[in-house]
């Protein structure tokens, strides 16, 4: 039986993860935040259930004795408070603690390790980003995802480790928090209030999240190394996508663009170009021409 380690599966991404995950011939370690381990249902996969108040201050040590028999680590914990993660100073100290734990992988003879990036690392002014775009993180966020990927593409291997690493774009979906795009539409459609928007022409890479976690999974019991993009390859415009949530309430005459001032700096278009179409069953076959193809001859398609 393979014994995975799950790092953040109480948070949006981790969950679906955990529930992609949930076979018989599968045994599940998590480690979760002191306080959220109710949140965890039981199931027949579940190994050990470890809490800590805090696992980016958790020693080499700690993390080597959570590591024993682990064939391999899925981490997706991060900080990611909305409106905050992307300039917090706790971004380093994710990086540091996530050394630590890829260190004590190592230690204690892990064979493969799933790291959780953001699209955030490339270079955004590119639009259409495949692995092969340029890095050029602009955020502390970004830029501590960037340097753990880089440290620990060049140090695993030769620790005899797989990585690879799995860059996630614009996720939505349950359990979202309540602060994001989807969920604030949401509550104001079910409330009969008014959505007030930006101008809506940014475009966009959305993917459900559950669908984020199931290719994840897949990724994490392949072979595959190196970069990969979870996205949709389907490029959609902030307004086409607010108005396909509206249709599901007939409300779209309470989307309000252009109330909110556009961010000067939100990258006009963030588009992705997926690279393990040809590993994982029932992927979206999106090549780079019919994305580019989609956002210049329409400004987006609906999903």
């Not at 980003?129 to 990927?149: E, H």
């Not at 989807?182 to 940014?202: F, M, W």
């Not at 994490?220 to 390859?233: E, H, K, Q």
């Amino acid at each position: 039986m393979r014994r995975i380690l799950i790092t953040g599966a109480t948070g949006f991404v981790g969950r679906q993860i955990l529930n992609a995950l949930d076979r018989p011939e599968i045994a599940l370690d998590l480690i979760v935040r002191t306080g959220k381990e109710h949140q965890i249902t039981e199931r027949g996969c579940l190994g050990r259930v470890k809490t800590s108040p805090d696992i980016f201050s958790e020693s080499e040590e700690w993390w080597a004795e959570q590591c024993q028999g682990i064939d391999t680590i899925i981490h997706a914990a991060w900080y990611a408070e909305p409106g905050k993660y992307l300039q917090s100073p706790l971004n380093m100290e994710c990086l540091q603690g996530s050394l630590r734990l890829a260190k004590a992988a190592a230690q204690a003879g892990v064979r493969r390790f799933v790291g959780i990036g953001t699209c955030f690392e490339y270079d955004t002014s590119k639009a259409v980003l495949s692995v092969d775009t340029p890095l050029r993180p602009s955020t502390p966020y970004a830029a501590a995802k960037a340097a753990l990927f880089f440290g620990l593409s060049n140090w695993l291997h030769t620790q005899s480790v797989e990585f690879v690493w799995c860059r996630l774009f614009y996720l939505y979906g349950i359990g979202e928090d309540k602060r994001r795009l989807v969920p604030y539409i949401r509550h104001q459609l079910e409330n009969g209030q008014p959505a007030q928007l930006t101008s809506g022409k940014q475009i966009r890479d959305f993917l459900d999240v559950e669908q984020a976690g199931k290719k994840i999974a897949e990724i994490a019991l392949s072979d595959i190394t190196g970069p990969v993009n979870i996205c949709s390859g389907i490029p959609v415009t902030v307004r086409q996508f607010a108005e396909h949530i509206a249709d599901q309430y007939g409300q779209r005459n309470l989307l309000q663009f252009g109330k909110r001032i556009d961010n000067i700096t939100d990258p006009p278009c963030i588009v992705g170009i997926s690279n393990i179409n040809n590993y994982i069953p029932d992927y979206p076959q999106r090549s780079a021409s019919f994305t580019q193809g989609a956002i210049l001859g329409a400004g987006g398609i609906t999903p």
